[in-house]
């Protein structure tokens, strides 16, 4: 049990041990959000790109990034489920017809305000992977450290597939023999 002891530094105590309130408050958040995280992102397994909920600054986009780091929104935005095919050799994702008109959605293409730019992770049953961009024709940033993949935003929206470009520097993180035996386990590698 803890009680709140009548001094002007307002402590808990815990089992006899004094605890600054913020320190009790910090650790309590840590204990809750830590246990929940892991937990939402173990149930998805498989192969997922999630989007990144809150942008690093922009000189740690890039291959380097410790990924544990990226705030991830709950749900991807494209998961196994979701692919057709996937050309290895191109990096190229074939999409499932009613992923493509869900993603033309997501992505606002052919509304006033589609997707400019967007971080996102791929995870290989919930470990993270290499960080990328999404980025459309209307961005003027320009990523060179971490692969991008261009989003149709105006005009013809159709997207039948999405191209994983290589990043301009540092190693190809998208060549990671992960994602390679999970592709080839659940039958989706197109034929090279």
């Known amino acids: 049990m803890f009680w709140l002891a009548g001094t002007s530094e307002r402590r808990f105590r815990l089992h006899g041990t004094p605890m600054i309130k913020t320190h009790f408050a910090s650790l309590l958040v840590a204990l809750v959000f830590g246990s929940l995280a892991p937990s939402a992102m173990a149930a ?3 192969l997922n790109f ?3 909920d809150t942008w690093p600054s922009y000189s740690h986009i890039t291959w380097m990034a410790d990924l544990n780091e990226l705030t991830l929104r709950p749900t991807p935005f494209l998961s196994l489920d979701d692919i057709a095919a996937y050309d290895w050799s191109t990096h190229t994702v074939f999409l499932k017809p009613e992923s ?7 992505f606002g293409c052919g509304t006033r305000h589609p997707i400019v730019n967007g971080l996102f992770v791929v995870t290989v ?3 993270r992977v290499y960080m990328g961009l999404l980025s459309s024709m ?3 940033y320009a990523a060179t450290d971490v692969p991008v993949v261009t989003v149709p935003c105006l005009g013809d929206c159709s997207m ?3 191209h994983i470009n290589r990043a301009q520097n540092g190693p190809d993180t998208r060549q990671d023999r992960r994602i390679y035996e999970l592709l080839e386990r659940a039958g989706v590698l197109a034929e090279q």
């Open 44 to 46: 998805e397994g498989g």
């Open 50 to 52: 999630y989007r990144v």
């Open 100 to 106: 493509e008109s869900r993603l033309v959605t997501e």
């Open 125 to 127: 049953d919930s470990a």
């Open 138 to 140: 209307l961005s003027s």
């Open 160 to 162: 039948p597939s999405l």
